[in-house]
C-alpha cells in the first residue's frame, strides 16, 4: 500500500525579515568578539588582532588571526546560516550551531565581510550585506572582495596566512568616540572569558595597542582566598569538575585586586558558578537558577569553577551565545551542597570581620563601640556608653576627649553588618509585606530622651524643631514635636 500523500505548499521565509530578525539574538559587543575568537581558537590561531576605526562616516572593526586559514569551499560553508548541533565536531572546536560567527557579528554591523587565506595562499572572500539582502530579497552573499575591505585589510597588515573579519556600517556600535571607547572596554571581559588560554600562552590577545594580560576571577595566589579542592561528578556519560572558592574580604584587596574580581555590577554581580567548555569561560557568576539561590551582599565572596566537556551542550541547555547554561537535572542536588556551603563561607568572612571580639576574662574584655538590638523586627545600631574613651566623653569638658570619641565611632561603624542586614532585609521583604512604623508611644519616649535640656533661645528651640521634622520618624508626627518642645523644659530651668 503506498503512502499517503499529505497537503503541502512551500513557505520559505523572506530573506530580508530573518536577516533583521537575528540581530536580536542578544549579543553585547563582548559576547560578539568572544564568539569570533572562539572561531580563531578553533582555527590554530595564536595571535588574534581586534582592530578599529573610530573616524566618522568611516568607522569598521577588524578581528585578524594567523590560523589555518579556509580555502573557497571552506568559506563557503562557514557563511552557510545554521548546522546540526547534534553533529560530532573536532577537538577543540567551541562551535556548536553553526550561527556564532554571522550573528554575533551582524548583532553589532549591517555589513560582513569574512577574507581567509589558507597554506595554498590564495584568498577567499565573502560578505553578508543586509542591506544588499532587504533589495534584492533573497539569500545572496557577495563573493568578491570590493576596494574599501582590501584597503583596511593592508591597514591592519593581513597578508599572511589566516582569517580576517571586518565588520562594516557599524549602527550599533555608535560612532567616533563612542566606538572607540565600547571596543577598549570589551576588552576587559575578553581577558576573563580567555583567561586560561591567555595564561597558558595558548592565545595572545590584543585590542588596539593593548596586550591582554590573564584576569583571573579567584585571586589563587593570595594568601586569604579560600580554596576548597576539586570534585568530580559524573552524570548521562560524561564527567565534570567543581572547584569552590572563596574570596578574602573586601579589606583585605589592593584596589588592583578589587578590580580584577569585579566588572559591571561589581563583586556583587560576579558571584557564583563560573562555567568553562573547554577553557573557554561560559558564564562568569551566576547561581544557573538553582532552587534558592540569589545574588547577595553577604555570598559575594562565593565563586565555583565548573567545567564540562564541549560535547554536552545540549545536555546543559548551552544557548547559541554560548553565554548561559542550566545543569542537567541529576547533578542539581550536589551542586546545591557545594554551592551553599560557599555562600556559607562567604557569610561568615564577612560576620566574623563585622563582629566585635569575644571576651576572655575580666582582663582581656575588649569593649564593642557598637551594639546590634532589634526593635519591631529591625536591627539598630547603638553606641556603647559604657566604652572607655566614650564614657571620658561623657565626663570630661576636654575638646580633645570628645574628638577622639568622635574619631572612634567614625572609624570603627559596622559597615559589613550593616550591608548584610540590608542585603538580607531587601532578599527576604515580600510585597505584601509593609514596613513596621515605631508607634505614637515610641516616637513619645525618643523625643523625650532626645530634648532632655532645650535651649531656652526661642530661635535656637525653633530652628531644632525645624532639623527634627526633616528627619526620620519626627517627620510623621509633625504636630507630636511642636507639643513635646512647647513642654520640655530649658536646660536653664
Not at 87 to 116: I, P, W
Request: glycine letters at 6%; a neutral charge; charged letters at 25%.
Amino acid at each position: 500500500m503506498q503512502g499517503r500523500v499529505r497537503a503541502e505548499e512551500r513557505l520559505d521565509p523572506y530573506a530580508e525579515d530573518l536577516i533583521e530578525s537575528l540581530r536580536a539574538f542578544g549579543y553585547d559587543l563582548p559576547t560578539a568578539l568572544a564568539d569570533l575568537v572562539d572561531n580563531s581558537i578553533a582555527a590554530r590561531a595564536k595571535n588574534v588582532h581586534i582592530s578599529f576605526c573610530s573616524d566618522p562616516g568611516q568607522t569598521w572593526v577588524a578581528i585578524v588571526d594567523d590560523g589555518t586559514g579556509m580555502s573557497e569551499p571552506e568559506l563557503h560553508a562557514a557563511m552557510r546560516f545554521a548546522r546540526n548541533p547534534r553533529h560530532q565536531r573536532a577537538d577543540g572546536d567551541l562551535g556548536r550551531f553553526g550561527l556564532g560567527l554571522k550573528t554575533a557579528s551582524l548583532s553589532q554591523a549591517r555589513m560582513l565581510t569574512v577574507l581567509s587565506r589558507n597554506a595554498a595562499g590564495s584568498l577567499a572572500a565573502r560578505t553578508w550585506d543586509i542591506d544588499y539582502i532587504a533589495e534584492r530579497k533573497e539569500w545572496l552573499v557577495l563573493t568578491q572582495p570590493d576596494p574599501e575591505v582590501l584597503r583596511i585589510a593592508d591597514q591592519v597588515s593581513f597578508t599572511g596566512q589566516g582569517t580576517a573579519i571586518v565588520w562594516r556600517k557599524t549602527d550599533k556600535l555608535g560612532d567616533g568616540r563612542t566606538l572607540s571607547r565600547r571596543v577598549s572596554e570589551a576588552g576587559r571581559e575578553l581577558a576573563l572569558t580567555f583567561h586560561r588560554f591567555l595564561a597558558s600562552g595558548r592565545l595572545n590577545l590584543q585590542i588596539g595597542r593593548q596586550v591582554l594580560a590573564p584576569l583571573d576571577p579567584y585571586l589563587r595566589r593570595h594568601p586569604a582566598t579560600q580554596d576548597r579542592g576539586v570534585e568530580e561528578l559524573a552524570t548521562s556519560g560524561h564527567s565534570i569538575r567543581v572547584n569552590p572558592v572563596v574570596l578574602p574580604h573586601p579589606s583585605r584587596l589592593t584596589k588592583k585586586e578589587a578590580t580584577l574580581v569585579s566588572g559591571p555590577g561589581g563583586m556583587l554581580a560576579r558571584q557564583g558558578f563560573y562555567v568553562y567548555r573547554g577553557d573557554r569561560l561560559v558564564v562568569a557568576g551566576s547561581w544557573l537558577g538553582l532552587a534558592g539561590m540569589h545574588k547577595s551582599a553577604p555570598t559575594r565572596l562565593a565563586r565555583l569553577a565548573l567545567e564540562i566537556p564541549p560535547g554536552v551542550d545540549l545536555a546543559w541547555a548551552v544557548d547559541v551565545r554560548k553565554s548561559t547554561v542550566h545543569p542537567p537535572v541529576q547533578l542539581e542536588p550536589r551542586l546545591i551542597e557545594l554551592a551553599e556551603d560557599a555562600r556559607a563561607r562567604s557569610e561568615k568572612v564577612f560576620t566574623h570581620r563585622g563582629a566585635p571580639a569575644r571576651s576572655h576574662g575580666k582582663r582581656s574584655r575588649v569593649e564593642p563601640v557598637w551594639h546590634q538590638v532589634r526593635r519591631l523586627g529591625q536591627s539598630e545600631y547603638s553606641i556603647n556608653r559604657e566604652h572607655p574613651l566614650v564614657a571620658a566623653a561623657f565626663s570630661s569638658p576636654s575638646d580633645k576627649a570628645v574628638e577622639g570619641a568622635l574619631r572612634l565611632i567614625e572609624t570603627t561603624l559596622p559597615r559589613e553588618l550593616i550591608v548584610q542586614e540590608a542585603a538580607n532585609h531587601v532578599t527576604e521583604q515580600s510585597p505584601e509585606r509593609e514596613r513596621v512604623e515605631p508607634d505614637t508611644e515610641e516616637v513619645l519616649a525618643m523625643l523625650r530622651s532626645l530634648l532632655t535640656g532645650l535651649p531656652s533661645d526661642p530661635a535656637d528651640r525653633t530652628a531644632l524643631a525645624d532639623a527634627l521634622l526633616k528627619s526620620e520618624p519626627f517627620c510623621r508626627h509633625p504636630g507630636l514635636v511642636k507639643d513635646i518642645i512647647e513642654q520640655v523644659p530649658s536646660e536653664e530651668a
